[in-house]
């Protein structure tokens, strides 16, 4: 009788689960419920709260379910709460709206492949999906016309997915946005990344793959100088984009040239907790292969010239005459604020691009006293406060770069001056307002120093407002999908052929080339301004926009190459 029991539990096996003893959930399978201290499959029983599913008829009177495809491991019965009560558990605020989960206390109170997230009021949720309380991590619709857009849905990571791209496209962005997806990844040695989302791979038309995250010929190929340069490469990616990303084509010498085919594309929806995931990944912590994205293609049939620009006024800041800056101050006239706009025209003009419409807004007292110092360059995740203030621009839909004006911005490595900007990520998610990544900080910390040496022509050391526009000028360009044309210490360039390059082996100081391949964090070779100005040709780019330090030879340039991806941006109009 023993054995006859065995085989009919094992037949069990092969169709579903057993059943078996439990206290909660957790003890269960992660497809079945814990029904009167037994586990039970999902069409067994209505499922309450936070049950296992696959349809809303699996749930018991009122609940919905929550599918797997949508982030819920294994189905979630629950209701929506965002303008309903939840008078059986906790309304936790996901990015894909605010949905009735179940009270916990510990993660032992939760189904497999759910943990108890304090951060959202002690609820059971989605592991990828629980957040420190303090952070938004919202899903924004892009504000581009709707035949731009091409809508992919939510999908998981390791899904390939197709797109149609129609004839005469100038520029495509691939855009990531996460609804459960872990924060941060952490290898061997306890080193910490963030979960940077980026397609895995993706395909042309004619099935060629044109990049693989996982393929360093891809992603690094040498040049002949000792660095880095993505130019001959058909798209470039450069990290540091968790939870929203954006991945435009063209962004390099080889795109611009070959252009966007029509056709049929694919891509893998991929982030790097999907790598860690795999067994002998080498991550300690933060794999999963159940993380999920709202994926989009934003389409741009032309470049185009217009820009607009929101300014967000977060530091406290006083006029040259005492009145403290506010937008009413800033519309009005203010003269440090309208010549640094002067100079923010005269610099896009030289790229053919035109500054058209300008937006000044304040933020309340309570976000001004949160962001306006306490933005740091060594902090840079979803939930930081330089990714959280850019969540403010969700007031101010449109199509805008959002530029923040914070009093300072602190860092640890700063090449020996100070960190005066930063950007979200390259590029920006153009069009989508509301998001971790939309925008950047600007320093205001010198708009109303030095009016006196505003005089002729700009001038970022003499005039203060000048200074403030070359910076919002710089971070602007990186939101518009540019890099540096040479990285601080001269290992790693652009993805352009016409921007000159200031590589480390060339041009440092010549007691240090030798060094150039063994620099350390703690020991870095910085190329500055004066090292990057050769009139031989060998080093050069200290002029340029996009040079890494702002320095004594600032002068704004922008190479063609330069203005044609930026006017490919979708915030280009």
């Known amino acids: 009788?023993?054995?006859?029991?065995?085989?009919?539990?094992?037949?069990?096996?092969?169709?579903?689960?057993?059943?078996?003893?439990?206290?909660?959930?957790?003890?269960?399978?992660?497809?079945?419920?814990?029904?009167?201290?037994?586990?039970?499959?999902?069409?067994?029983?209505?499922?309450?709260?936070?049950?296992?599913?696959?349809?809303?008829?699996?749930?018991?009177?009122?609940?919905?379910?929550?599918?797997?495809?949508?982030?819920?491991?294994?189905?979630?019965?629950?209701?929506?709460?965002?303008?309903?009560?939840?008078?059986?558990?906790?309304?936790?605020?996901?990015?894909?709206?605010?949905?009735?989960?179940?009270?916990c206390t510990a993660d032992a109170n939760c189904r497999t492949g759910y943990g108890c997230c304090t951060g959202l009021g002690g609820a059971c949720v989605p592991l990828g999906a629980c957040l420190p309380g303090a952070c938004q991590r919202t899903i924004a619709t892009s504000g581009l016309p709707t035949t731009q857009v091409i809508p992919l849905g939510v999908h998981k990571v390791g899904d390939l997915v197709p797109f149609t791209v129609p004839a005469g496209t100038s520029s495509m962005t691939i855009v990531h946005q996460a609804q459960t997806a872990p924060l941060e990844v952490v290898l061997k040695g306890n080193n910490v990344w963030p979960n940077n989302a980026v397609p895995g791979q993706l395909f042309m038309p004619d099935g060629g793959k044109v990049y693989d995250d996982n393929d360093s010929a891809f992603f690094s190929p040498?040049?002949?100088?000792?660095g880095v340069d993505s130019s001959g490469l058909y798209v470039m990616y450069g990290l540091d984009s968790p939870s929203t990303a954006a991945f435009t084509i063209p962004n390099t010498t080889a795109s611009l040239n070959s252009g966007v085919p029509a056709g049929t594309w694919k891509f893998v929806v991929h982030d790097w907790a999907y790598d860690c995931s795999a067994s002998g990944s080498g991550c300690l912590d933060g794999g999963t292969n159940t993380s999920t994205y709202d994926v989009s293609v934003l389409l741009k049939p032309a470049p185009t010239p217009n820009l607009d620009v929101a300014f967000y006024i977060v530091g406290d800041a006083t006029t040259t005459i005492g009145q403290p800056f506010t937008a009413a101050v800033a519309q009005a006239g203010d003269p440090s604020a309208t010549r640094m706009l002067s100079t923010l025209k005269k610099l896009f003009s030289a790229a053919g691009i035109t500054v058209r419409n300008v937006s000044w807004f304040d933020v309340s007292a309570?976000?001004?006293?949160?962001f306006g110092t306490h933005i740091s360059a060594d902090h840079t995740g979803p939930c930081d406060e330089l990714d959280q203030m850019f969540t403010l621009s969700s007031a101010h839909p449109g199509n805008?770069?959002?530029?923040?004006?914070?009093?300072?911005?602190?860092?640890?490595?700063?090449?020996?001056?100070?960190?005066?900007?930063?950007?979200?990520?390259?590029?920006?998610?153009?069009?989508?307002?509301?998001?971790?990544?939309?925008?950047?900080?600007?320093?205001?910390?010198?708009?109303?120093?030095?009016?006196?040496g505003c005089g002729?022509?700009?001038?970022?050391?003499?005039?203060?407002?000048?200074?403030?526009?070359?910076?919002?000028?710089?971070?602007?360009?990186?939101?518009?999908?540019?890099?540096?044309?040479?990285?601080?210490q001269g290992l790693d360039f652009d993805g352009l052929t016409d921007t000159p390059k200031c590589p480390c082996a060339l041009c440092a100081d010549p007691t240090k080339r030798a060094n150039c391949d063994s620099q350390t964090a703690s020991n870095p070779i910085f190329m500055s301004g004066d090292r990057c100005i050769s009139t031989t040709g060998s080093c050069g780019g200290g002029d340029n926009l996009m040079f890494w330090q702002l320095n004594n030879f600032s002068a704004g340039t922008v190479t063609p190459q330069q203005a044609a991806i930026m006017m490919r941006s979708p915030a280009l109009q």
């Open 1 to 103: 009788m023993a054995q006859r029991t065995l085989m009919i539990c094992l037949g069990a096996i092969l169709a579903s689960a057993c059943s078996h003893d439990c206290k909660t959930a957790r003890d269960c399978d992660a497809n079945q419920r814990c029904v009167n201290s037994s586990c039970k499959n999902s069409d067994e029983s209505p499922g309450q709260l936070g049950d296992s599913c696959t349809a809303t008829a699996e749930c018991g009177s009122g609940l919905t379910c929550e599918p797997a495809g949508s982030g819920f491991p294994d189905g979630f019965c629950s209701v929506g709460c965002a303008t309903s009560t939840c008078s059986a558990g906790v309304c936790a605020g996901l990015a894909s709206g605010a949905v009735c989960a179940p009270a």
């Open 222 to 226: 040498e040049s002949s100088d000792g």
């Open 366 to 370: 309570a976000d001004k006293t949160r």
């Open 400 to 452: 805008t770069i959002n530029l923040f004006l914070v009093q300072s911005i602190s860092a640890t490595n700063n090449g020996g001056g100070h960190v005066v900007g930063i950007d979200g990520t390259i590029p920006g998610p153009a069009s989508l307002s509301g998001t971790v990544h939309s925008g950047a900080a600007v320093s205001l910390a010198d708009l109303f120093a030095s009016p006196t």
């Open 456 to 488: 002729g022509a700009p001038d970022a050391f003499s005039c203060g407002a000048d200074e403030v526009a070359f910076i919002a000028a710089h971070e602007s360009g990186h939101f518009l999908g540019l890099f540096h044309p040479t990285e601080a």
